[in-house]
């Protein structure tokens, strides 16, 4: 019971320190279309003037360079990677179950999910409930440099998250040339053209999950298409080397404008 009224406490709170925050400022820099259609509903159209939409960005020359590696037995052991904090709304035991799908077609690929929080034990002890301690492993965090080197040697990324604001990690998987499956949500349908830089499946559905697995699993067509369009995306619209140029601008137009803050 604390923590749930800790958790209304916060959303208080932070609701609070937002409309605050959204008075005061000149400019609102939203980080996707999802965020603000969000805080519109939140807090009204009195912030339709300030807002706009700058989408996070990622520096593509750290993932253009191929990572060393000792090639070794365990390197030819096909895997799917999810990557990312273990926490609640991260989709993760809807991923395990849709993977207990997989194992029956495709025994000898492995799901991989990398990454620290609350939910570690939790689901190293749902994965063994659900008999896939064969084909499942569940690591902690590993550094960023170890992580592209993983990202890379992948043949597909899975982030069944339910609620992203804007999703680095996706970003991150797209910049490695990687096919990446998520859930149909607002958030992801702006960065993933389904079919085209990636696959969306039906949130909450682990068989349209284990569907979308299976497909990349088995078509590399598809999986190579995917991936090339998936960075491409990523050059085009979500590169610092753009960005930077929406964000000097958008200062610019703060410096210049004569503005009286209540």
């Known amino acids: 019971m604390n ?5 209304f406490v916060d959303m208080s709170v932070g609701n609070r320190l937002c409309s605050l925050c959204f008075n005061k400022s000149q400019k609102i820099v939203f980080v996707g279309e999802s965020v ?3 805080a519109k509903i939140a807090f009204g159209d009195a912030l339709a ?5 700058i989408p996070n960005g ?5 993932y253009q360079s191929e990572p060393p590696w000792k090639c070794d037995e365990t390197d030819r052991v096909p895997f799917l990677l999810f990557f990312g904090r273990l926490v609640p709304g991260k989709g993760i035991p809807l991923l395990l179950r849709a993977w207990t799908h997989i194992q029956r077609h495709h025994s000898k690929v492995r799901l991989v999910i990398v990454g620290g929080g609350p939910l570690l034990h939790p689901l190293r002890a749902l994965s063994c409930e659900l008999g896939l301690s064969g084909t499942v492993e569940i690591d902690g965090y590993i550094p960023r440099s170890n992580l592209i080197t993983v990202i890379k040697r992948s043949l ?3 982030l069944p998250s339910s609620y992203e604001g804007a999703s680095f990690a996706l970003l ?3 910049a490695c040339n990687k096919p990446v499956i998520a859930l149909d949500y607002p958030f992801s349908r702006e960065v993933i053209t389904n079919y085209k830089s990636g ?5 909450g559905d682990e068989l349209d999950l284990a569907r979308k697995i299976q497909l990349v699993i088995e078509d590399e067509d598809l999986r190579v298409k995917l991936g090339r369009n998936a960075l491409e995306r990523v050059r085009q619209k979500y590169n ?15 410096a210049n404008a004569d503005y009286r803050v209540a």
Request: hydrophobic letters at 45%; glycine letters at 2%; aromatic letters at 6%.
């Open 156 to 158: 597909a990324v899975v």
């Open 172 to 174: 991150e998987a797209m």
């Open 58 to 62: 990622i520096s593509l020359t750290d």
């Open 49 to 53: 003037d300030k807002a706009t939409v």
């Open 199 to 203: 696959l969306l499946a039906t949130p």
């Open 36 to 38: 603000r259609q969000e």
């Open 3 to 7: 923590g749930l009224v800790s958790h």
């Open 240 to 254: 610092w080397d753009k960005l930077i140029d929406r964000y000097i601008t958008l200062y610019q137009s703060v």
